[in-house]
């Protein structure tokens, strides 16, 4: 079974420009979940899909991130414009809704904004 | 909403030794907790979960115990190698009675174990 992708690996981009990040769950996995991890720090929620719906998206930092599940398979996450905190580290995550929890991670894409 | 605090930030400890990380939680309507490991470069893979309706869990050399009354739980590594040096990151979350998944995982800070051979 493939695990979760992630694309870019990394990022580089200048303030103010827009990135857009992708994400492919485990086939058959309903839940899609977005973390970040700034340098250092602690992993933090961002939002959760079931299928192509927002269930909570009460992690999203402001309204320069817009995540979209379109047809409920992949995902995407953009970044218009981009400012320098918000670098770091984007995980993508799935787990399948009868699995009670279990959640998978994608290897990450590293942004950086200069 | 949830707040995770985890101890120690970094653990040192000879190969060979065992290695105690421990969390507390604030909601008492979590009921999943997992343990992640990251190790550099790499994506945080599930080492070992545990439920709010079991005390203990073990697998192999690695156990996780809970204390919901106190609201805190461990991750307990023995006979530590030097292929267990990464970050551990250990988390909560609200998964509902039906068994569904569902809900974010709140995680701790992270702590860097470092096995010396």
């Known amino acids: 079974e493939a695990g979760v992708t992630q694309f870019p690996s990394h990022s580089v981009i200048e303030k103010g420009q827009t990135v857009t990040l992708r994400c492919d769950p485990i086939?058959?996995?309903?839940?899609l979940y977005w973390y970040r991890r700034v340098m250092g720090k602690e992993i933090k929620f961002l939002l959760h899909f079931v299928k192509e719906s927002k269930q909570d998206e009460s992690g999203m930092p402001n309204n320069r991130f817009l995540a979209e599940r379109t047809g409920g398979t992949y995902s995407t996450l953009k970044v218009q414009p981009a400012e320098l905190e918000d670098s770091g580290v984007y995980f993508c995550?799935?787990?399948?809704?009868?699995?009670?929890?279990?959640?998978?991670f994608g290897p990450g894409t590293r942004l950086l904004v200069l | 909403g949830e707040n995770v605090e985890q101890h120690p930030s970094t653990l040192s400890v000879q190969e060979g030794d065992s290695a105690v990380i421990k969390c507390t939680y604030s909601?008492?309507?979590?009921?999943?907790f997992p343990w992640y490991k990251q190790e550099l470069g790499k994506r945080p893979q599930l080492i070992i979960d545990i439920r709010s309706n079991v005390g203990e869990k073990k697998d192999q050399r690695i156990a996780v115990t809970l204390n919901k009354t106190a609201k805190h739980f461990s991750l307990h590594i023995t006979e530590t190698q030097p292929e267990d040096s990464a970050v551990y990151f250990c988390?909560?979350?609200?998964?509902?009675?039906?068994?569904?998944?569902?809900?974010?995982?709140?995680f701790g800070q992270g702590t860097i174990l470092t096995v010396h051979p």
């Open positions: 995550a799935s787990s399948h809704l009868r699995t009670g929890g279990t959640q998978y």
């Open positions: 086939s058959g996995h309903d839940n």
């Open positions: 909601d008492s309507a979590s009921n999943y």
């Open positions: 988390a909560a979350s609200n998964v509902n009675a039906g068994g569904t998944s569902y809900g974010k995982l709140t």
